[in-house]
């Protein structure tokens, strides 16, 4: 059995890549109405996304609890956490909009989803200043 604190940045990947991959793909969808099929791939991945992202706070509030701790980094670990939060609840509004209104104020919607991103991004690099700054997870925090 992994430890726990092992499966959040192995898990975290996935809200990335699912939601910035649906912000192309809806960014394509409101400026090219080519494709009929992608309106529904975009929805999947948004969906997809913000369950992942609930997957990755959870394990994150879990590592946080069993990871090595590394006093330094508590500052970076508390905006890091407080991102999180912000980006769940960003998208979960971004997914039940996308539930209830579909299409309705698209470009909006596309702005909203930009804004999103952006937390999510600046969660992901505070995650990574963790790693790669402060060692934290890694096998010399646990020295």
């Known amino acids: 059995m992994p430890k726990p604190f092992l499966l959040h940045p192995a898990f975290v990947h ?4 699912l939601l910035l991959t649906g912000l192309v793909g809806a960014g394509v969808s409101v400026w090219s109405k080519r ?8 929805s999947w991945l948004l969906w997809l996304g913000t ?3 609930w997957g990755a706070m959870g394990l994150g509030l879990l590592a946080e609890k069993t990871a090595p701790h590394v006093p330094p ?3 970076t670990l508390a905006t890091h956490k407080t991102l999180a939060y912000w980006t769940v609840g960003l998208f979960i509004v971004l ?3 996308r539930r209830f209104f579909k299409d309705r104020w698209s470009r909006l919607f596309l702005l909203a989803w930009l804004g999103a991103a952006t937390v999510l991004l600046a969660t992901a ?4 200043e963790l790693v790669f700054t402060h060692n934290m997870g ?4 646990a020295e």
């Open 14 to 17: 996935f809200p990335i890549a």
């Open 35 to 42: 494709w009929a099929w992608l309106a529904d791939a975009v």
């Open 51 to 53: 369950a992942s992202a």
């Open 73 to 75: 980094a508590w500052e």
């Open 95 to 97: 997914s039940l909009w």
């Open 125 to 128: 690099y505070h995650g990574g």
């Open 138 to 141: 890694t096998a010399a925090s």
